[in-house]
Structures are given as C-alpha cells and as structure tokens.
C-alpha cells in the first residue's frame, strides 16, 4: 500500500501534466487577487466553516449561516445555498427588468436617447 501512495503524483506534478488549454485563462489579462480567489477555490482552500472545523481551528457548528441546512463548503456557497440562489435569482430579474422597461419608455416616447 505504501508503494501504490508513493507512486502518486504530487499536486505540483499533476497540475504540469495537464494539457496546456486546461490553463490558458491563467494567461490572460486576470487581476492576480481573481487568479488567486479561482485557485482557492479550485483547491477547496477557502476558509469556510467546514474547512476551519476539519483543520481543528473551530469547534462545533459547521453548517451554513444563511441557510443553516447544509455544512458551509466551498460548493455549498458556489451552488447549493438556496438563500444566495435567490438573490441572484432576484438581481437578475431586476437588471433584465430594467433593460424591459427602459426599451417599453423609448417606444412610448417617454424616455429619450438624450435622458439615458
């Protein structure tokens, strides 16, 4: 068994064994804090509440402090929390909403080219 994990790569190793596209939006013009914000994630090194519990850093409660459903995990915060789906949900309504409404004013005539 201890020959199988020695045979293992490193996640230094692993990450230079992949095809060169799987990283090409590290090339691009990224602000370093996003490009280290996406690593974070991608390694699941954000320090949420089931990180710090896992690291022995903090006792007890590792669910969600929105929802209080679910454990606090980097894709429970990405994808799963229903109250952060919701307000996404809300602000995308409201900027499609807005686009609706300015383009019904223009046809109306009340709202001018001049006015936006």
């Given at each position: 068994?201890?020959?199988?994990?020695?045979?293992?790569?490193?996640?230094?190793?692993?990450?230079?064994?992949?095809?060169?596209?799987?990283?090409?939006?590290?090339?691009?013009?990224?602000?370093?804090?996003?490009?280290?914000?996406?690593?974070?994630?991608?390694?699941?090194?954000?320090?949420?509440?089931v990180?710090?519990?896992?690291?022995?850093?903090?006792?007890?409660?590792?669910?969600?402090?929105?929802?209080?459903?679910?454990?606090?995990?980097?894709?429970?915060?990405?994808?799963?929390c229903?109250?952060?789906?919701?307000?996404?949900n809300?602000?995308?309504?409201?900027?499609?909403?807005?686009?609706?409404?300015?383009?019904?004013?223009?046809?109306?005539?009340?709202?001018?080219?001049?006015?936006?």
């Amino acid at each position: 068994m201890q020959e199988e994990y020695s045979k293992k790569k490193l996640q230094s190793e692993y990450y230079q064994s992949q095809e060169k596209e799987c990283h090409l939006w590290l090339q691009g013009n990224i602000d370093p804090i996003k490009t280290s914000a996406i690593i974070q994630l991608m390694e699941q090194m954000v320090k949420t509440r089931v990180w710090k519990v896992l690291r022995g850093i903090a006792e007890g409660n590792d669910k969600c402090r929105l929802c209080g459903k679910y454990r606090m995990t980097d894709a429970h915060l990405l994808s799963g929390c229903s109250i952060l789906a919701q307000q996404e949900n809300h602000l995308r309504h409201n900027a499609a909403f807005i686009i609706i409404i300015t383009a019904w004013c223009k046809k109306e005539g009340i709202l001018t080219e001049e006015a936006e």
